[in-house]
């Protein structure tokens, strides 16, 4: 090929790879007639188009320099010292070691990392493995001892060595007539159905990774591919150049060959195939020779098993129950499955105990049982990195639809679709757990993606600005529900600097940005700027809309909010008043944001002491939030620990005590335990143990406000001040004066430059500190 | 004279009409490079592996004064960077597709699964696609010399498309149209060759 020829075909090749499909198959038609060679090159280049394609970039290792050989016996690691090779993975050699000390002596399988394989990928899901296996306690399945590094820094973990035989040969060897063999599949079917209650869904069970002992127990191994349906540990499956990942034809369901997510339906399937071939001494079905690409198709269009049409010895006793079961565990469809393990070793059972089995052949009453949607959801989310980060959000209830509503917002910009989606894809890559390059716990999770992702705000998006303002908005929105503020101001404040230079005022999203930019500057403690946005935003929500307006009303309250802080409470007692009744109008009195509006009115009232007022406002709110979202969220949470801090006021301690309890397990479950609006239920419950004359317990809920609001806000902020007066206090009464000088001291040191020292709080906190000094000295 | 004072000088002989002295910068950076990645890779032994794009940025700070240097210095340097990190990729992948030859009959996987997929890849490649990319690659800049230039910045040196953009001298659309069409034709090629 010249360089002419080649700018021919790939300025042909740039500007039909940006069109939709259909536009795109005209302009080909069209090339084709003017271009018959040049069309036929462009078509398969555009064939050959691929955005995973040298996707990740190259890395280097130290593994290039020189291949490990395999470890000598005798080779120290660790506390272990080899003793010889048992086999060689992908990823790892497994040695059998033993571990020699004073105390005991110990033989274990030792699984340490190839050099060479120690790139990034291969470490994750290594660890990972590690993780899976710690989280495992079940006598079935084989256990974690330690882990470590080598000396020359590689990762190993020990484990227990299971000496016995697969599962197949165990029986075949033993000559295990047809119930030992139904007791066996029942105690490997126990094991998974721990792995899977664990959320973790085992991935490759076939007779190798399910051995029997010499004295007969089943014992799992190799959670090697294993995914964890939660994610919480992170990754699960090892990335592949196609995003499939290994598993072994025989043994796999369909939807795991076409690589589909692995969810604890594929499991049952690899249980059945198990059963079958316990059964029948023989594999369902052999695919020996077909290549990998048509292996999914190949099992789809495999006919339903029959156990007993294979003549086996037990053929007669196979007829009826057992080839249904084994049928419906291998169906080709999930749903059709049995539900969990469980249901499968309880069809076993049944059988034996010539109890009727509940599995019916292709019968219309499949359960989509609640564990195994629940988990298909968490695998689902975890499917595709962007719709996670916004479920996500969506614990955050009313904010996930105004999220995804903006996402579609950003992706309808049509002129700018490629860019946006390229931005999209690359999300994708590095957030996917199963693809990408970023690791731990759902938090962790979404706080990795939005950091390698806001590089791109800076870079690629620079020259979009419409672009660049949307997802920093929305960036912003995901940090602040992670409730970390400062980050999400930052990038608040870059959506709205980016918009002003583009938009003419009044703008519908520069008034967005400019109210979610007060009210993160306002959760940072800095309400008196705060309020100068919000007020800007007002007016431009007001100038846009004429009467009664949504975002008018959501002005109306946040701003009421900020004035709250600032503790100008009549005033925001009356926007309040003007929120909710704007809200009532538009959407009846049952909608989550009148609740919303219901529970910032009580509150202000709360403040000025009108308590009487307060709780019926509180309980109506509760309500409508309870209906709504149901028990487990945190606005439910957030109410509850009003309407405790109220009832508390009001002097039902006992009542009190327990609602704001429960709204700190409902936060610590739907957020996490250290975020920032937990600290709020601390600081109640503290005063409802300090009222109910238990000191201890209200100086231990005091110091984990404190700590809360220490690791999330900024020192300077109103709330940490509080946590120390308060905490200083307590400990006061409680007699530590030890403790209580250093907190007063800090709260002190606030009050008096912030607010002088006529103010009500830094008297009372010059008093308790004088007091703690004397009582110190005593 | 050191390294750095020696980088710097070659980037500061190069200016926007002028462009730097490849073929001493090369075997320094290359040099360079190297010493840097044995050094990271040691120091971080929770890292086993580098990206190198982090190498290079690195390396950046270590040899360059940057002061002294303009914009269109540090793209000559990003350039010279990405051709002398694909030398070290491409090295070290011939180095242990090598070592595995040699490396015996492996026992039967015991403890493992079948696995359909290689996956002892670099990035997304294993090491024998690494060497035929290389290969493939100089084919390609016979006729589209800066689509291979954007490929090498690209995934092998793990730049931006900005950062590439800088390198090479012209605008990001530019490198967008380049990499992806650069991209197809190799990803057409090499499943040619496999």
């Known amino acids: 090929m010249d360089s002419g020829r080649w700018q021919t075909i790939s300025a042909h090749f740039s500007e039909l790879a940006e069109m939709p499909a259909a536009e795109r198959a005209r302009a080909l038609a069209r090339l084709q007639e003017q271009d018959p060679e040049v069309a036929d090159e462009v078509r398969s280049l555009l064939e050959a188009d691929d955005p995973d394609f040298l996707a990740t970039p190259a890395n280097v290792s130290l593994s290039g320099e020189d291949a490990d050989p395999e470890l000598a016996p005798g080779t120290p690691i660790g506390p272990y010292h080899i003793v010889e090779t048992l086999g060689e993975g992908g990823m790892g050699i497994v040695y059998l070691a033993d571990r020699k000390d004073e105390q005991f002596e110990r033989r274990v399988a030792l699984k340490i990392i190839k050099r060479g394989m120690d790139t990034h990928r291969v470490v994750r899901r290594f660890q990972a493995e590690r993780q899976i296996l710690a989280s495992l306690t079940h006598p079935n399945i084989a256990h974690l001892y330690d882990g470590g590094m080598t000396d020359d820094g590689l990762p190993y973990f020990s484990m227990e060595y299971v000496d016995g035989l697969p599962i197949d040969r165990y029986c075949v060897q033993n000559n295990l007539d047809l119930e030992q063999r139904l007791r066996l599949l029942c105690d490997a079917c126990a094991a998974v159905q721990h792995a899977h209650q664990n959320l973790v869904v085992h991935g490759d069970l076939k007779p190798s990774n399910v051995l029997v002992t010499r004295d007969g127990k089943v014992k799992l191994l190799d959670f090697g591919i294993a995914t964890l349906l939660d994610d919480r540990s992170g990754t699960g499956a090892p990335a592949t150049l196609h995003g499939l990942r290994p598993f072994t034809p025989e043994f796999a369901s369909p939807e795991q060959a076409r690589g589909e997510p692995l969810t604890t339906a594929a499991d049952i399937f690899s249980l059945g195939v198990l059963l079958h071939v316990l059964l029948t001494n023989q594999r369902p079905h052999e695919l020996a020779g077909v290549p990998a690409l048509d292996i999914p198709r190949v099992l789809e269009q495999l006919p339903p098993p029959c156990p007993s049409a294979l003549g086996t010895a037990w053929a007669r006793r196979l007829r009826g129950d057992l080839d249904t079961i084994v049928q419906v565990a291998m169906h080709s469809e999930p749903a059709r499955r049995h539900t969990t393990a469980m249901a499968l070793a309880d069809d076993l059972c049944a059988h034996l105990e010539g109890r009727p089995v509940s599995a019916r052949r292709d019968s219309v009453r499949y359960r989509a049982g609640k564990f195994v949607r629940r988990n298909r959801l968490g695998v689902g989310l975890t499917a595709a990195a962007f719709v996670l980060s916004l479920g996500f959000a969506g614990i955050m209830g009313g904010q996930a639809r105004r999220i995804e509503n903006q996402s579609r917002e950003i992706v309808r910009e049509r002129d700018r679709a490629e860019d946006v989606t390229a931005v999209l894809v690359d999300m994708f890559d590095v957030s996917d757990p199963i693809n990408g390059s970023v690791a731990r716990g759902d938090t962790m999770r979404v706080l990795d993606f939005l950091q390698l992702n806001e590089k791109r705000l800076t870079t690629e998006l620079r020259d979009q600005p419409q672009t660049h303002a949307g997802f920093a908005h929305l960036m912003s929105r995901l940090y602040a529900n992670l409730g970390h503020y400062d980050k999400a101001l930052e990038l608040i404040e870059e959506s709205v600097t980016v918009r002003r230079a583009i938009v003419t005022p009044p703008d519908v999203e520069l008034a967005r940005g400019l109210d979610f930019l007060g009210t993160t500057l306002d959760r940072l403690g800095r309400s008196k700027e705060a309020e100068v946005h919000m007020r800007e935003a007002l007016d431009m929500r007001r100038a846009l809309n004429t009467g009664p307006h949504l975002e008018t009303a959501e002005s109306l309250n946040n701003l009421a909010w900020c004035l709250s802080s600032q503790m100008r409470f009549e005033e925001s007692l009356e926007l309040d008043r003007q929120a909710l009744e704007m809200r009532r109008r538009l959407q009846g009195s049952a909608h989550p944001d009148v609740a919303q509006s219901l529970n910032n009115l009580a509150s202000s009232l709360l403040y000025l002491d009108r308590l009487a007022e307060a709780e019926p406002l509180y309980r109506e709110a509760l309500r409508i939030r309870q209906t709504n979202l149901g028990n487990d969220h945190p606005y439910v949470a957030n109410t509850m620990n009003n309407l405790g801090r109220l009832l508390c006021d009001m002097g039902s301690l006992a009542a009190a005590d327990s609602l704001i309890s429960e709204a700190i397990a409902v936060w610590s479950r739907t957020l996490r335990p250290d975020h920032p609006e937990v600290a709020a239920g601390w600081l109640n419950l503290a005063l409802v143990a300090e009222r109910s004359e238990d000191l201890p317990r209200a100086v231990e809920a005091m110091q984990r406000a404190l700590a809360i609001d220490m690791a999330s806000l900024p020192a300077e902020h109103p709330f940490i001040a509080q946590d120390h007066l308060q905490l200083g206090r307590l400990q006061l009464a409680a007699g530590r004066a030890e403790e209580a000088v250093p907190m007063l001291r800090q709260a002190h040191a606030f009050y008096l430059r912030e607010r002088g020292p006529d103010d009500e709080d830094t008297r009372q906190a010059s008093e308790l500190l004088k007091k703690a000094e004397e009582r110190r000295q005593s | ?194």
């Open chain 2, 1 to 194: 004279m050191n390294e750095r004072s020696e980088v710097t000088r070659l980037l500061m002989a190069s200016g926007a009409e002028q462009a730097p002295d490849v073929d001493r910068l090369l075997p320094l950076l290359y040099d360079q490079l190297q010493a840097l990645a044995r050094k990271m890779l040691r120091n971080e032994m929770q890292q086993p592996t580098l990206a190198t794009i982090d190498l290079v940025h690195e390396a950046y700070l270590k040899l360059v004064n940057q002061s002294q240097v303009s914009w269109q210095g540090k793209g000559h340097f990003l350039a010279v960077a990405a051709m002398a990190m694909r030398r070290i990729v491409v090295d070290r992948a011939r180095r242990r597709k090598r070592a595995k030859r040699g490396g015996g009959e492996a026992p039967l996987p015991l403890l493992t699964g079948v696995e359909v997929i290689d996956e002892s890849g670099n990035g997304s490649l294993d090491s024998e696609d690494v060497i035929l990319l290389d290969a493939t690659l100089d084919r390609l800049a016979e006729f589209d010399a800066r689509g291979a230039r954007v490929v090498e910045c690209r995934y092998f040196a793990g730049l931006s498309i900005e950062e590439t953009a800088q390198a090479l001298d012209c605008s990001p659309i530019t490198v967008k149209r380049a990499w992806r069409a650069a991209r197809s034709w190799l990803r057409r090629e090499m499943d040619a060759a496999v």
